[in-house]
């Protein structure tokens, strides 16, 4: 492992930015033309299906390390064999252990879901996918823990290559939900070659009890917090499957997967640079508050426009493209989930700092309050509203940001007004600019589009305005860091 000072913790965070941000905008086009091309050729049953499987499976992923990979980024001190050769045992233990039995319960899981001979073999290919993955674990640690995500990003970006050009193909031969079994396959295959590639690690078995209980202690927290995590989003969505129409889950999984496409595109990479970088500045709380604020503005700065420019937009969208009309009942779902995307644009960097500084405690209280939140309030908002009631329940219980806001200060005095405010006034100014001349401008797609870029103008033109101090002493510290 490599020592690294302050000043390669912010030069490498800056360039794992733009090394994420660049993969991501590469992921999120692949997988945008993807995504609309399956949205033509299969029915929103099929997307129901794979919603489903997709959840289920990942259930398992959260017991795959106890948490043990985050205490390996987390740890103050320098990792040791003993520390890699350990997790990687005891994840694969797990992983075999739940992969073996989720293949085992692949035919009660289809009669469960009522999911098809080619919905089963799908469970079963992902399950197996689930296990290829995990081989990339300790690989990852070191790029992740090094800061190294220039190359951490080559293996993702082969994999979503892989898996959307094949499902697509798959998809326009008809090979309807069976295209993704393929597809699975193949990404996970391919990721873990790609990944030995750039970073090989001589795989290794052995247990070391000091070493266990010391990532243990941190990680079984984390683990829980990523078992609540996935009670609250990935099991409920099992549960929806049963209780709700596969087409209505098929509208839930559209609205959702949209409202997050924001917050994936920017907030995934944020976190994932975040984590392994505040854990270092954990003892360095001014410049840590600094980070901490730098973090939510770059989120703000594309979410809050982003979200609500596809709110306003979406109507349009859905009108004017062939045969997409059909996913004209997820738009009210879509502005509800939006609203929680934007709220955990400012909510999970702060959680993210949290658990750096090492208050996984703290966050596990915040995530069991979310978890029991979820679970009650979900179900009456479906009694009451249909399957637009689950984007409902998520809105209502995102503006518990409240809590996370005054938590996080009693550690860390960061300021949120001057992190999120700009975005925030400028977004507006942006969102009434949009409606008010939407209805008169776009007649067809071309005019959409310069609606789009329109709106992007006059959101960067008020954002320059009221942050020009801001905005170009960020682009100064970028430019410094970024030469070699």
Do not use: H
């Amino acid at each position: 492992m490599e020592e690294i000072d302050i000043a390669q913790i912010k030069k490498r965070s800056i360039r794992g930015i733009f090394a994420l941000t660049s993969r991501t905008f590469l992921i999120q086009v692949v997988g945008f033309l993807a995504t609309f091309i399956l949205t033509i050729y299969l029915t929103p049953e099929t997307f129901g299906i794979f919603f489903v499987v997709s959840a289920a499976i990942a259930f398992l992923s959260y017991f795959s390390d106890i948490g043990l990979a985050a205490a390996l980024i987390q740890k103050k001190s320098e990792i040791t064999n003993d520390d890699l050769k350990t997790t990687f045992t005891i994840q694969q233990i797990l992983v075999v252990s739940f992969v073996t039995l989720a293949l085992l319960a692949s035919n009660f899981v289809g009669e469960f879901y009522n999911l098809g001979k080619d919905g089963v073999l799908l469970f079963q290919a992902v399950a197996v996918a689930f296990f290829l993955s995990s081989l990339k674990t300790i690989p990852s640690i070191i790029l992740e823990r090094n800061l190294r995500f220039e190359k951490l990003v080559i293996p993702q970006i082969a994999e979503t290559l892989v898996f959307n050009i094949l499902v697509v193909i798959l998809a326009i031969k008809g090979f309807g939900i069976t295209s993704f079994t393929y597809a699975v396959l193949a990404r996970g295959l391919s990721g873990l070659l790609v990944m030995y590639l750039i970073s090989p690690w001589k795989v290794r078995f052995g247990f070391s009890k000091d070493s266990a209980k010391k990532l243990l202690s941190f990680g079984i927290p984390f683990q829980l917090n990523s078992f609540l995590a996935l009670v609250k989003d990935d099991l409920l969505i099992a549960y929806l499957g049963k209780v709700l129409p596969l087409a209505q889950v098929g509208y839930i999984g559209f609205a959702q997967k949209w409202a997050l496409t924001p917050l994936r595109l920017i907030m995934d990479n944020v976190i994932r640079i975040t984590f392994p970088s505040f854990s270092r500045l954990q003892d360095e709380k001014e410049i840590l508050t600094k980070a901490i604020e730098k973090s939510i503005f770059a989120a703000t700065l594309l979410i809050f426009p982003s979200l609500l420019g596809l709110v306003l937009l979406s109507p349009f969208f859905v009108n004017l493209i062939p045969k997409y009309i059909k996913w004209e009942p997820a738009l009210l779902s879509l502005a509800f989930f939006s609203i929680n995307a934007a709220l955990s644009s400012v909510s999970t960097p702060l959680v993210n700092a949290l658990n750096a500084i090492g208050k996984i405690k703290t966050t596990l209280y915040l995530m069991v309050f979310w978890t029991v939140s979820t679970w009650v309030l979900t179900p009456i908002f479906i009694i009451l509203y249909g399957f637009n009631g689950v984007a409902f329940a998520s809105a209502i219980i995102s503006l518990s940001i409240v809590i996370v806001i005054t938590v996080t200060r009693k550690y860390i005095n960061f300021n949120l007004l001057k992190a999120a405010g700009y975005p925030f006034i400028s977004t507006i100014f942006m969102g009434i600019f949009v409606y008010l001349v939407s209805p008169f401008l776009i007649k067809g797609i071309f005019s959409l589009i310069f609606m789009i870029l329109l709106g992007a103008m006059v959101y960067f033109l008020c954002i320059f305005t009221l942050a020009k101090k801001e905005v170009l002493s960020d682009i100064n510290l970028i430019k410094t860091n970024l030469k070699k």
